[in-house]
């Protein structure tokens, strides 16, 4: 009785790891780092994962799907550069809808790629992210490109405002994505459907459920949301630096997996992905306001994309391993044995 | 004749005329070269420095592929973490250089096997994804390399004690045969020959071949499956290392950027060589005729006046292109894992 309640509390532990995770390095942070547990630190958190956590929610549809799309950190980038580009030709509203096409065309294209020619999506992906990074220097011309007009900074203010406290508009606008696209994917038909894509593609298939399309979707909705995170990064910086994204997919991909999505596709949801990234970002706060410098973030980032991803892929070899095997069957026949031994 | 050696003679056949295709193709680049020069759209493409220019720089991409070559044969896509590797070992040379040329060198060895080890051991027993768990390893190399010399590139020093160490470095890159042959050069065709003997001549390539085409079967006809993926992602490292040093060398300083875009160039070498991301089929001259390919086409584009970010374009696009015929054509040969 008490062994069922353990490993009934290892698998509750197991399925909210993130969660627990979040708890404890929140608490952890604000009794030991110093000036953590304040409404500003809060804020200034919430305002840097505004972006990963936009981007991350594209990027675990994906990856239910079972793809990965490497290109996020390039369509962050490409986004940005065309808002800030493009708005002396077309306005803010133009360019922002020019940007999100983009990153839209930029995911169709991927998962077309995917889909229908079906080859591998880092290949793809790996392509088109080279293929936009070329644009977007030939675009640019190499430089970040900066608005100065009243009407930019007026937007940039107006996002970065607080309607109550903690939340700013750039905060909402990625809360209202998240919950949405956690809400359809978990409550709809449509929804439910992508995690069976990306469970058992050939089951899916057979269910009929058409299998090409969902990818393609995936890809699009990653593609919508990288650029959306990178329009709303530029629109409250003012300008649009060629690094934006560099270092998003090392954390997307670190948070997503920590998340509790599966590489392997079919398990996973936006909003654990998202508690990922806050918890990650607690974390690399934590470490500069301990007054570690920059490098040491950098370190610790890499050391847990690479600590997750060895976690998972040692998960899933025991797992293996241990397949096929009953070890409760094990057990019952040795303990009739020794019972009939010493009968 | 039966039909299966019918089969196995035409397979053969074409093995041979998609290995020459690319070469005709490199060929036919050649001649495109020769043509804007005749029209008077680019200067001096046939001239003794300009082929040099090539040679040299389809060496250190070539140098790169082979190596990572394997890891494509043994169906496990590319070696991400080629760029820090590349740059680490540049860091780890210079610093030693006091103590000798030697030891430098062995040094750098050294971590550049060590990373090999740890990307083939777990990858090849845990089955980590290859492309995420070699990119993990690119970011925290890339860390260590921050965290020890706190974003600093490092130079060699010229005065000090290890000056002709340091001399000795420098001429890894210059060192000239007849005025002519660079050393990555002569690097690049001893590994040629010795790659494209080990996957065709020796009991490893066909063990590797066999995991590459279906690692369930390998494993089930007793192949040490893990050691074979092991071996190949260290040979990666290894001509990583290779060209690390000659980067380094060249550019006369140690930076976490030296090797950066290299992974991508070896591995759109590699498929335009002919070998297939699924593993199993292509070979080593084939991916060296890819080198040349790419060198060429980059030379050309460069004398035309394109710049490095639209050649980025026109590499990432020919990459998806001839990674796409490639799926499609393997696909009606029946087999869907491209």
Not at chain 1, 23 to 51: E, W
Not at chain 2, 121 to 136: E, S
Not at chain 2, 256 to 274: E, L, P, Q, R, S
Not at chain 2, 308 to 321: K, L
Request: some cysteine; aromatic content about 10%; hydrophobic content about 55%.
């Amino acid at each position: 009785m008490r062994k069922m309640e353990k490993s009934r509390l290892l698998a509750f532990s197991d399925k909210y790891r993130i969660y627990l995770l979040f708890v404890a390095v929140f608490a952890v942070m604000s009794l030991f780092a110093p000036r953590f547990f304040a409404l500003q630190n809060m804020t200034s958190i919430l305002n840097a994962i505004a972006m990963n956590a936009t981007v991350a929610i594209g990027f675990t549809v994906v990856m239910i799907c079972g793809q990965l799309d490497l290109s996020i950190g390039a369509v962050i980038t490409f986004a940005g550069v065309l808002t800030m580009g493009l708005e002396p030709l077309l306005g803010f509203p133009g360019a922002i809808a020019v940007a999100i096409a983009g990153g839209a065309f930029v995911g169709l294209l991927n998962g077309l790629l995917v889909a229908k020619a079906k080859i591998n999506s880092f290949i793809v992906t790996l392509g088109t992210m080279t293929i936009l990074q070329g644009s977007i220097y030939q675009f640019s011309g190499g430089n970040s490109i900066g608005i100065t007009t009243p009407q930019a900074f007026a937007i940039s203010d107006f996002l970065g405002v607080s309607l109550i406290p903690l939340v700013t508009p750039r905060i909402l606008i990625a809360i209202l994505l998240v919950v949405a696209v956690e809400l359809f994917l978990r409550r709809s038909r449509a929804g439910r459907n992508f995690y069976l894509v990306g469970g058992n593609k050939n089951t899916a298939w057979f269910a009929g459920i058409n299998t090409d399309r969902y990818q393609i979707a995936a890809f699009v909705i990653s593609g919508v949301t990288a650029a959306v995170g990178g329009i709303c990064s530029v629109l409250v910086s003012t300008a649009a630096t060629l690094k934006l994204g560099e270092n998003s997919l090392m954390y997307v991909i670190s948070a997503t997996i920590i998340g509790g999505t599966a590489m392997s596709g079919g398990k996973g949801g936006v909003l654990r992905s998202v508690i990922a990234i806050f918890t990650l970002e607690m974390l690399y706060t934590g470490i500069i306001l301990f007054g570690l410098g920059n490098e040491v973030k950098i370190f610790f980032a890499g050391l847990i994309l690479a600590y997750v991803v060895l976690y998972e892929a040692y998960a899933t070899y025991k797992h293996d391993k241990s397949l096929g095997q009953r070890p409760e069957l094990m057990k019952e026949i040795k303990k009739r044995r020794t019972a009939s031994g010493g009968a | 004749m039966n039909a299966d050696s019918r089969a196995v003679r035409s397979s053969s056949f074409s093995r041979i005329v998609n290995t020459a295709g690319v070469y005709g193709i490199a060929l036919l680049f050649l001649v495109l070269g020769l043509l804007l020069q005749l029209t008077g759209a680019i200067g001096n493409f046939l001239s003794v420095q300009n082929m040099l220019n090539i040679v040299d720089a389809v060496a250190l991409v070539g140098i790169v592929a082979v190596g990572m070559s394997f890891v494509t044969y043994s169906g496990h896509y590319a070696d991400m973490s080629v760029p820090t590797t590349m740059g680490f070992t540049g860091y780890i040379c210079i610093e030693l250089l006091r103590y000798g040329f030697l030891p430098a060198i062995l040094g750098a060895l050294v971590v550049g096997l060590l990373i090999g080890l740890l990307n083939g051991f777990v990858i090849g027993k845990f089955k980590a994804n290859p492309i995420i768990w070699t990119l993990a390893v690119n970011y925290v190399t890339l860390g260590i390399i921050r965290l020890v010399w706190v974003n600093k590139q490092i130079y060699p020093d010229l005065q000090g004690s290890g000056q002709a160490a340091v001399a000795l470095f420098d001429s890894i890159y210059r060192l000239r045969f007849f005025h002519l042959i660079g050393l990555p050069l002569v690097i690049l065709i001893i590994l040629v020959v010795v790659g494209q003997f080990v996957l065709t001549r020796t009991s490893f390539g066909v063990k590797l071949k066999v995991t590459g085409s279906a690692l369930r079967a390998a494993k089930f006809s007793g192949i040490d499956v893990e050691r074979v993926i092991l071996v190949s992602f260290v040979l990666a490292a290894f001509t990583a290392t290779i060209a690390g040093l000659a980067v380094t060398s060249l550019s006369r300083v140690g930076a976490w950027y030296n090797g950066a875009g290299y992974d991508f160039k070896a591995v759109t070498a590699i498929v335009i060589g002919g070998m297939t991301l699924a593993g199993g089929r292509g070979s080593i001259l084939g991916v060296l005729g890819g080198s040349l390919i790419i060198g060429i086409l980059n030379n050309i584009m460069t004398l035309v006046g394109i710049g490095t970010f639209s050649q980025d374009m026109v590499r990432g696009a020919i990459f998806i292109i001839v990674v796409g015929i490639n799926a499609v054509s393997l696909r009606s040969l029946g087999r869907d894992d491209a």
